[in-house]
């Protein structure tokens, strides 16, 4: 069974930092590339950053460069979102996802397996 749990959320004042982690487990890593998305009220939700588990490559949304960094421990099959100088405009709900061969980011409806959310708030 293919599971993705994400966590490390919570409020947080401008500026400051948080670390997600989404713990995989139920398939073959090098196959897929791991997401995160995220999605604020009213907004549709949109893609912020993958890694490609197979050679390590990441792709990031322009408005997250340069402040977020993802990373794995492939050892734990976990996934880091590290998030720093955050904004107002962070604030969402980020969810990570499993994309099989990198074919579907961008878009969250490419990808294969999702996991449950966790509220990230930024407070100015």
């Known amino acids: 069974e293919v599971q993705l749990q994400a966590s490390g959320g919570g409020l947080v004042q401008a500026g400051g930092s948080l670390r997600l982690s989404c713990a995989a487990s139920g398939f073959t890593f090098d196959d897929y590339a791991i997401a995160w998305f995220r999605q604020a009220p009213g907004k549709e939700r949109e893609g912020v950053t993958c890694?490609?588990?197979?050679?390590?490559?990441?792709h990031y949304a322009d408005s997250v460069k340069g402040r977020f960094t993802i990373s794995s421990d492939n050892a734990k099959n976990t996934v880091y979102l590290q998030m720093n100088s955050l904004k107002a405009e962070d604030t969402a709900v980020y969810y990570c996802?499993?994309?099989?061969?990198?074919?579907?980011?961008?878009?969250?409806?490419?990808?294969?397996?999702w996991g449950k959310g966790t509220q990230v708030t930024v407070s100015s």
């Open positions: 890694i490609n588990y197979s050679d390590g490559s990441t």
């Open positions: 996802a499993a994309d099989q061969g990198l074919t579907g980011w961008p878009y969250y409806y490419g990808m294969d397996y």
